[in-house]
């Protein structure tokens, strides 16, 4: 499977909200939006990514940008997460068996620690145009500046 690059419609998959609902990138239809996915909730660099897009979910609005956040963890830990760090920004849980949008995008994938494989996230953004189409990703993001970074690129649209 190829991954998508700048310019292909975002493959258009349904994920998990925390309250039970479903939501699309096709749902942000009209408007651009930011979808970032992030490995692992209440780890370190997940929580302060999250922590710095909801310092930032004011602008990203005033600039007519949906903000969402993906990982593979269940809907009641994104609850919990969302509750402990006290973030306003929406989260979604991506397929954990396979088929999931992370997997279409190739950012479900294997990875390696201190010598050691295993399959995870990517921690990767993607920030799509009011048509839905990919107009930037940021692959293997590094933490610090990214939100602010991202609501620039997504202000030059």
């Not at 690059?5 to 609902?21: H, N, S, W, Y």
């Not at 939006?33 to 490995?39: D, K, L, M, N, R």
Request: glycine share 10%; with cysteine; charged share 25%.
């Amino acid at each position: 499977m190829t991954k998508p690059a700048v310019g292909d419609l975002m493959p258009d998959i349904a994920m998990e909200t925390p309250d039970g609902g479903i939501v699309r990138p096709s749902d942000f239809a009209g408007k651009p939006a930011v979808v970032w996915f992030y490995p692992k909730d209440n780890t370190p660099g997940c929580t302060i990514e999250a922590k710095d897009f909801t310092a930032l979910a004011r602008d990203f609005a005033e600039a007519g940008v949906a903000l969402l956040g993906v990982s593979k963890d269940p809907p009641a830990k994104h609850r919990a997460f969302m509750a402990k760090q006290e973030l306003a920004v929406p989260l979604a849980t991506d397929a954990q068996d396979g088929g999931g949008l992370s997997d279409a995008l190739g950012i479900w994938t294997e990875k390696q620690l201190y010598g050691k494989k295993f399959i995870g996230m990517v921690r990767t953004t993607y920030l799509l145009d009011a048509q839905g189409r990919i107009a930037r990703v940021w692959d293997k993001v590094k933490v610090k500046g990214h939100a602010a970074e991202v609501l620039e690129a997504a202000k030059a649209l």
